[in-house]
């Protein structure tokens, strides 16, 4: 049974079923391609299959148990999918202020490497100290400049801290197999090591030790996110939009797009799924930007910004479409108290849970966007397990592809993101540029 059903009604009067059947063909096509490996960057399909061996999933637990027995922090360094994947699944799986909510056993998680801010990395730096620290750097070849530079500065704290010898137990290295600079560093210095397979992307690799290991030192079940994952798996493997939640969604976003609609805004009512959505954005911006092509994705957390960015989404320019992504059953249950005035006028709410509110906030929206000319459709979750989280990465990432293949492009390069590069290593004099 799945963990996520979708409501497309919304998209109804913007897209026809003739709309839809005119791709059939297309879609059919580039599921074929995909299946036998035939299309665009068909050498990185190893997120395809996210199970993992017995062996190695035992490993990442091991590590992560001794990881939470040596410290009381934990620091994963990377940038763009060497660390937001993992990052989303802690913040939609684990309490909201878990850092601040001690738990015997589980130390606090941070994540740098991601900027090149020095007041971050030096505020991080006074606040670890000290503690006990242990610290996981994530990156294929060793050199991406912001986690390198994280590393240098951490990598000289844990060795103050405890030495050389010391560090070899608390750094952890996830990396290419056999090249780079942190293999290499792993051997020299008997660094533990796991391995980012060569067949996966930065942004398709939350479901292999890149992400598992962070969420497992979190607490977090990963057998069962893998779980969730295959049955991702075997719900979109089908061809049919009819069957094919994955594809039926993919189909919708192509035709809107084709339409002009060329921003997708994904929306949530849960702050749990902010980090989600940073994931998101990440998978969809670096996969489809290609070519002058591309759904440009961007995220709001309501009703926060319903406050803010609503007043844009009801009446500003309409190249825009919404995905609301919602949670049907949250963790816990809060009712709404009465008052004996009654001066804020909300004893109306009184014994009402706040989830009951949310859930009509959302309503009114999809709503108020439909008639202001937004299409927009719903994804929602059954509830914050990890089964659910895996379904729902694998989701993303089958839905993304499909739409990438639709539009030509390749979804698993990222030529785009080499120039910035190009240029601050010039201006930085790096030899050699």
């Known amino acids: 049974m799945s963990c996520l059903s979708l409501d497309f009604n919304n998209l109804k009067t913007f897209i026809s079923e003739k709309d839809l059947e005119a791709i059939y063909p297309k879609v059919f096509s580039c599921h074929e391609m995909l299946e036998n490996g035939q299309g ?11 199970g993992l061996s017995k062996a190695v999933l035992a490993e990442i637990n091991e590590v992560a148990k001794s990881v939470r027995e040596l410290c009381q922090v934990f620091i994963v360094i990377g940038i763009g999918g060497s660390y937001i994947g993992s990052q989303a699944g802690i913040t939609f799986l684990k309490p909201s202020f878990l850092n601040q909510l001690y738990k015997e056993g589980l130390p606090e998680i941070y994540f740098c490497g991601q900027n090149i801010s020095s007041d ?14 242990c610290l996981n750097v994530i990156s294929k070849s060793g050199t ?3 986690p390198a530079i994280a590393f240098r500065l951490f990598k000289k704290l844990i060795e103050k801290k405890y030495g050389v010898d010391g560090a070899k137990d608390r750094i952890v290295v996830t990396t290419n197999s056999n090249k780079g600079t942190l293999n290499t560093l792993a051997k020299e210095q008997g660094y533990q090591k796991f391995i980012i397979p060569d067949d996966v992307g930065g942004r398709f690799s939350v479901l292999s030790p890149v992400g598992l290991l962070p969420m497992a030192v979190a607490g977090i079940d990963i057998g069962k996110l893998l779980a969730g994952a295959c049955k991702g798996e075997e719900l979109y493997s089908q061809p049919s939009l009819v069957e094919n939640n994955a594809y ?31 994931w998101w954005k990440q998978l969809v911006g670096e996969s489809e930007g290609k070519n002058q092509k591309g759904i440009f994705p961007a995220s709001v957390e309501f009703t926060t910004d319903l406050h ?19 949670i049907k059953n949250s963790n816990r ?3 709404i108290p009465a008052s004996q005035n009654d001066s ?37 979750i059954k509830d914050r397990s990890p089964e659910s989280l895996g379904q729902l990465f694998y989701f993303f990432e089958k839905a993304v592809v499909m739409t990438s293949y639709l539009n030509d492009v390749n979804p698993f390069d990222q030529p785009g993101v080499e120039l910035y590069k190009k240029n601050m290593f010039k201006l930085l004099n790096k030899p050699g540029n």
């Open 40 to 50: 665009l960057g068909s050498d990185f399909l190893g997120w395809k299959k996210p």
């Open 120 to 133: 971050y990395h030096s505020d991080l730096l006074d606040l670890v100290e000290k503690y006990d620290v």
């Open 144 to 146: 991406t400049t912001e």
């Open 248 to 278: 039926h969604y993919a189909a919708y976003r192509y035709l809107l797009y084709q339409k002009g609609l060329i921003t997708e805004i994904l929306a949530s009512f849960q702050p749990s799924l902010h980090h989600f959505a940073e």
């Open 308 to 326: 803010s960015l609503g007043q844009w989404i009801q009446e500003g320019k309409r190249n825009i479409f919404e995905t609301f992504l919602l």
């Open 333 to 335: 249950e809060l009712k």
């Open 344 to 380: 804020d006028g909300l004893n109306y709410l009184a014994g009402k849970t706040l989830d009951h509110v949310n859930k009509k906030a959302y309503e009114a929206t999809a709503l108020a966007h439909k008639e202001g000319g937004v299409p927009n459709l719903s994804i929602t």
